[in-house]
């Protein structure tokens, strides 16, 4: 298998998680940013046609679903850390 058949079947398979997901679900997307790519870690909380929402720490972000290059639903983050005395 080559590595454009790989990336093509990762890139189907993130596109089928986003369709599946509801809003609420926490998720990783992967995707196009100029000549790299960038990951948005969050909830979903919103799609359209051609995009979907991930609220992250530092605020939301709209991935356009032609630039997505895998996505995967993610457990939800740990518990904050006792603080040391």
Known sequence: MTTGEQA?????R???????AVIGDRLVVRAHQGD????????LVA???????????RGPVAVRLADVVAAKRVPPPPPPRARRR
């Open 8 to 12: 093509a079947i990762a890139r189907a």
């Open 36 to 43: 790299g790519a960038q990951d948005a870690l969050g909830d």
């Open 14 to 20: 993130g596109l089928g998680v986003l369709h599946d």
């Open 47 to 57: 799609r359209t046609a051609d995009t979907v929402t991930i609220a992250t720490r």
